[in-house]
C-alpha cells in the first residue's frame, strides 16, 4: 500500500507541470529560459500564451492544438489520479459511478448476451503495472458523452444515423469475439479522421457515436464507436477498455480500444487498417484506461511516460 501511494504520489507530481509552457519545456520545444521570457510578454501584451507562441512563430498552429491536447490529456490524468489517491487512502471501494447508464446494452442487437467465456486473467497492458478504481468521477468527457449519446438517439438525426449504423454491425452477431472486433475495427476506421479543434473548435471533445458517423472524428470518437459497437453486439464491458496513450513515435497524446480476447488482448486502432495483438506494438505508453465501470491506471516496471519527461 504505502508503494503504491509513493506512485501515485510521484505521478501526480509530474503531472502538476501540466500548463502550456511546462509541456513545450518538457518536449524541448522552447527553453526554460524562453519560457520565462514569453511569460514576461504575454504579461506585457495581454494575450493568450498560445496565440503569442503563434504569433512569434515559435509553433505552428497544428503544434499548438498537438499541445493543448497534451495539456487536457494530463489535466484530466491529474485530475483521475487525484481522486485515486484519495480512494486508496480511505479504502473507499464503492462506485460513484453507477449512475451512468449502460446505453449501448439499451440498443442491443443481440436477444441474448453470447455467452463469452470468462478470461482466465486480463494481461497488463504494454507490460505495465496498473491499479483500478471504480470511482470514474473524475472522468467528466467520458460521463458526459454517455448522457449526450442517450439524447442523441431520441432525436430524428441519431434515429436515422443508428438505423445506418445497425445495418452494417448486425452483419457481426454470432461471430467469435476475434473476427467480430477485427470486422468492427473496420467498418469503423472507414469514418473520415477530422480533428477537435476543426470540428468542434475545442482542443479535446468526446463526440458520442451519433455526432462521430455524422461529421467524422479523432482517436478518441473512434475508439468509443467500436466500444459501442461491440457492447451493442453482446460483448461485455470487462472485456473492454478505452486506453489513453503516449504515441512515441508521433510524441502526442492518442486513444484506442483494447478487447481482451481468449487469444489474448487486441488494439483497435484508428491508425491501423488491421486490429494487433497488444503484445506486438512497441509505439505506445499507457496513461490511464477506462471502461463504464472502472479505470486503470498505469505505470511502467521501471520508468512511465511521465518519469521520462523529466
Avoid at 503569442?52 to 498537438?66: A, E, G, H, P, T
Avoid at 477506462?290 to 498505469?298: D, G, K, L
Wanted: net charge positive; proline share 3%.
Amino acid at each position: 500500500m504505502h508503494e503504491n501511494k509513493g506512485i501515485l504520489r510521484s505521478i501526480k507530481a509530474h503531472l502538476n507541470h501540466n500548463k502550456l509552457g511546462d509541456i513545450l519545456v518538457l518536449k524541448g520545444t522552447i527553453t526554460t529560459d524562453q519560457l520565462k521570457t514569453l511569460l514576461k510578454q504575454q504579461k506585457e501584451q495581454s494575450v493568450r500564451f498560445g496565440d503569442l507562441l503563434v504569433q512569434d512563430n515559435i509553433i505552428s498552429k497544428s503544434q499548438l492544438y498537438r499541445a493543448l491536447a497534451t495539456q487536457s490529456v494530463f489535466r484530466s490524468l491529474a485530475l483521475a489520479v487525484a481522486t485515486f489517491a484519495t480512494l486508496s487512502a480511505f479504502s473507499i471501494k464503492t462506485s460513484r459511478a453507477g449512475t451512468i447508464k449502460d446505453i449501448p446494452a439499451g440498443i442491443s442487437l443481440v436477444s441474448a448476451a453470447k455467452d463469452f467465456q470468462s478470461v482466465n486473467y486480463y494481461p497488463a497492458l504494454f507490460g505495465t503495472n496498473e491499479r483500478s478504481s471504480k470511482d470514474i468521477s473524475a472522468f467528466t468527457k467520458w460521463s458526459n458523452m454517455f448522457a449526450k449519446f442517450e439524447r442523441d438517439i431520441t432525436q430524428n438525426r441519431g434515429k436515422s444515423e443508428m438505423v445506418k449504423w445497425k445495418s452494417e454491425i448486425e452483419k457481426y452477431k454470432g461471430m467469435p469475439l476475434r473476427t467480430m472486433a477485427a470486422k468492427v475495427n473496420t467498418f469503423i476506421n472507414k469514418t473520415p479522421y477530422i480533428t477537435d479543434s476543426k470540428n468542434w473548435g475545442k482542443s479535446d471533445y468526446w463526440a458520442t457515436p451519433v455526432e462521430f458517423f455524422t461529421r467524422g472524428g479523432d482517436c478518441e470518437d473512434f475508439a468509443i464507436a467500436k466500444y459501442v459497437s461491440l457492447r451493442a453486439l453482446g460483448v461485455p464491458e470487462n472485456r473492454m477498455r478505452i486506453a489513453i496513450v503516449q504515441d512515441t513515435v508521433k510524441n502526442i497524446p492518442h486513444a484506442i480500444l483494447v478487447v481482451y480476447t481468449n487469444s489474448g488482448a487486441m488494439i483497435l486502432d484508428n491508425q491501423s487498417t488491421v486490429m494487433k495483438r497488444a503484445d506486438t506494438v512497441k509505439r505506445y505508453k499507457p496513461i490511464f484506461s477506462i471502461n463504464r465501470t472502472a479505470w486503470w491506471v498505469h505505470k511502467a516496471p521501471t520508468t512511465t511516460l511521465v518519469a521520462s519527461a523529466r
